[in-house]
């Protein structure tokens, strides 16, 4: 029976509803898992080290249609809370359209550039040309990916997570088989991984595109429209912190590579690929798991259901304490397996991955909350609390902690910044969950 956001959410109606989305991000990040293992187990490690000096470009652009997707997913699940469904599907047609245009216009900026910006990112000499084929065919794929990402949050809203999951596994699995395919088989090393993560991308965006075109039986569709120039700062601005945190942890990436080539060399920034890795399939439990929260949230704040309100609010402290836990132990349980399918060829670079692993994982204790906290203000369409959150906790705390802390500790403190910095958003966190409580009615 299909779970509408104007249901009461029991722990298990909850669970339901958001398992789709978590799955849906977790194979969405093993997207980056798969090329990594495929790149650096049949490549080599200084592809692996390309391939994470220009990835970071490919997310700031791609962030865009995250924002979009968060933000403009939290204005049309309000609208329909509050009764007004042909205005939802016109919001909805509105961001869809402007991602597709402002997605096209980053992408072909961004290409034109691409060498000098492999550059600034970090790319020496022998990684450049790998960085520059990589980038090029993955921001040719931009607009799908942010169609892709949008509709994680758009499919949600539209009361069909399931075909949410349903399409990332199908993109998942295209991606996985492409790259054995064009990397294994064909040989074409980086430029393969690239490609067959793009192809993944057409799948979980155009399939979703052309279903939204045609009639449906869902709430959303894609239908004539308008302009609607509120609506989209409003959106912007409600999912800046989406787009902060995404924009942030790309440029902390950058700042992490430039720290670890200075202090190891290309075999730091192949270390901290690999925990990258680890760390995407492992945040994505959490954005999964708000992402598909949120929704609720919204609707249930634009219908006025206080109490509603509280006792989902009281629920997922309740899950993403739980998942932290089983975070931060699993981390550090199966650290060594992990790290021994990436680059179990070469010993040494292992055990400076596991010992580096070991104290970056101590950040799933405090990354949870720090996650929900963001995504609960942006729902409720504070966009001030969640970019405030997100800002500090993805940007100044991280950046501070990147370039402070290995001047005491050297390369300890490269692998201690992210918890560090995890530690001082949590506070940022419940300072905010405590300064809302009466504004919102969720305590």
């Known amino acids: 029976m299909t779970i509408q956001l104007s249901d009461h959410f029991s722990f298990h109606k909850l669970f339901r509803f958001t398992l789709p989305s978590i799955v849906m991000m ?20 200084n592809a692996l080290a390309a391939v994470n000096i220009i990835f970071p470009l490919t997310m700031i652009v791609g962030a865009f249609g995250f924002m979009l997707g968060t933000g403009g997913s939290a204005e049309v699940a309000r609208a329909m809370g509050m009764g007004e469904p042909d205005k939802a599907r016109q919001y909805f047609t509105t961001l869809i359209l402007t991602v597709v245009a402002g997605g ?21 000499q022998v990684l450049l040309a790998d960085c520059v084929s ?13 169609l892709q990402t949008s509709f994680q949050s758009f499919l949600v809203a539209a009361e069909r997570p399931k075909m949410g999951l349903t399409l990332s596994l199908a993109a998942g699995v295209t991606n996985m088989v492409l790259d054995y395919l064009f990397i294994y088989v064909l040989g074409w090393g980086v430029a393969g991984a690239a490609l067959a993560t793009v192809c993944g991308y057409l799948v979980g965006g155009v399939i979703p595109l052309v279903y939204f075109l045609l009639p449906n039986k869902s709430p959303l569709r894609l239908v004539k429209t308008r302009l609607y120039p509120r609506m989209l700062l409003k959106s912007c601005a409600n999912g800046s912190s989406e787009l902060m945190t995404n924009v942030s942890s790309s440029l902390v990436t950058v700042l992490y590579n430039h720290q670890l080539m200075a202090l190891v060399g290309e075999a730091g920034v192949a270390a901290l690929s690999v925990m990258m890795y680890i760390n995407f399939v492992f945040s994505a439990a959490f954005i999964g798991f708000s992402m598909g929260a949120a929704p609720i949230f919204s609707y249930q704040y634009g219908a006025g259901n206080e109490g509603e309100l509280k006792s989902l609010f009281r629920k997922c402290l309740t899950v993403t304490g739980v998942l932290s836990l089983a ?26 991955t596991i010992g580096g692993f070991r104290i970056f994982a101590l950040c799933f204790l405090f990354s949870g909350l720090n996650i929900f906290g963001s995504s609960f203000f942006t729902a409720l369409g504070d966009g001030a609390a969640s970019a405030a959150i997100a800002f500090l906790r993805t940007l100044v705390f991280q950046c501070g902690a990147i370039l402070l802390l290995p001047v005491f500790f050297g390369l300890t403190g490269v692998w201690a910044a992210t918890a560090a910095a995890e530690t001082l958003a949590a506070g940022i966190t419940i300072l905010f969950l405590h300064l809302r409580k009466k504004r919102y009615r969720y305590l």
């Open 26 to 45: 977790i194979v969405t990040s093993i997207y980056s898992v798969v090329d990594g293992l495929f790149v650096s187990n049949l490549v080599g490690d």
């Open 104 to 124: 096209a216009l980053l992408s072909a900026l961004c290409i034109l550039f691409i060498r000098p910006l492999s550059i600034l990112l970090g790319a020496s």
């Open 134 to 146: 990589y980038g090029t065919i993955m921001l040719a794929g931009s607009v799908p990916f942010m």
């Open 327 to 352: 975070m931060a132990l699993s981390a550090q349980l199966f650290v060594g397996p992990l790290a021994g399918v990436f680059v179990g060829y070469n010993p040494a670079l292992k055990e400076l």
